[in-house]
């Protein structure tokens, strides 16, 4: 089991800090740098940007201080045979500035460390091994991703649009208008989005309506006309055709053969 040591979420310090581990933390020391800070890492010393992250190895000499004010991060110290093993198998390096492709994933995985570390309760500790291993697995999974510095720059809020495209179906949504505010031109906005995500933001759109159109025609008694109108749109006709389209059955037939 992984065990968590301590963690803290967003620590803020006006006047900067230093801290300074000659000899190593004797643990695994993760660090979520929120602005320019001055890391050392063994032999390495460096300025890393804003958003960049470091997991510290038990025995590795390391420091790191402000390069400005305030010095804000997140962090959190962590032990346990199972964590070399487990970096191997991710391929995930320690003693390495790494960039935050997903500064809000690192920032709501520390507060929820942080939440459950003082809830406490019978099952603290298995909670936190798996809150560690999930954090990890992801930041893998998105090293894995291979994404070029331009679509790592965009990344988190292609991400969070996206979300918003799937929990939002009712809502009538035009790619000009989610180009804007981003601050982009809806060709580069297309572009961009169809090499994050493998598809267009109108195909993401249509698979949002019609995935929550098939969970309420299989566990609600709405009409066809209702549902329509729920998953955003305006005409009856337009629902079953886009409906028949992609799923390959009308509405009607999709709600008797799940409700029968």
């Known amino acids: 089991m992984i ?8 620590y803020v310090h006006p006047e900067g800090i230093f801290i300074d581990r000659p000899h190593g933390s004797g643990d695994y020391a993760f660090v979520f740098f929120r602005n320019r800070s001055v890391v ?10 804003r958003d960049s992250y470091i997991l510290f190895g038990p025995s590795t000499p390391h420091s790191y201080r402000e390069s400005e004010l305030p010095f804000v991060n997140d962090w959190f110290h962590c032990a346990g045979e199972e964590m070399g093993p487990l970096l191997d198998e991710l391929r995930l390096p320690a003693d390495t500035l790494l960039p935050a492709t997903d500064p809000s994933l690192i920032s709501r995985s520390v ?23 999930s954090l990890l697995m992801k930041l893998s999974n998105l090293r894995d991703l291979s994404l070029t510095e331009k679509q790592g720059r965009y990344y988190r809020q292609f991400s969070e649009l996206r979300d918003e495209l799937f929990n939002s179906p009712q809502r009538r949504y035009s790619v000009d208008q ?14 961009l989005y169809k090499e994050l995500f493998g598809c267009s933001v109108v195909a993401d759109i249509i698979a949002g309506r019609l995935e929550y159109a098939k969970y309420l025609l299989q566990h609600s008694a709405y009409s066809v006309s209702q549902v329509a109108a729920l998953c955003g ?25 799940t409700t029968s």
Do not use: W
């Open 3 to 10: 065990e968590l040591l301590g963690c803290g979420y967003r």
């Open 40 to 49: 050392a890492a063994g032999r390495m010393r460096t300025i890393c940007e």
């Open 111 to 133: 507060m929820e460390m942080h939440r459950i570390r003082k809830t406490g309760g019978p099952l603290k500790n298995r909670i936190l091994d798996g809150e560690i291993r």
């Open 178 to 191: 989610l180009a804007s505010r981003l601050g982009l031109s809806a060709s580069y906005f297309q572009h």
């Open 233 to 257: 749109y305006e005409h009856d006709t337009h629902f079953m055709r886009q409906f028949k389209k992609f799923v390959g059955v009308t509405p009607g037939q999709y709600k008797a053969g």
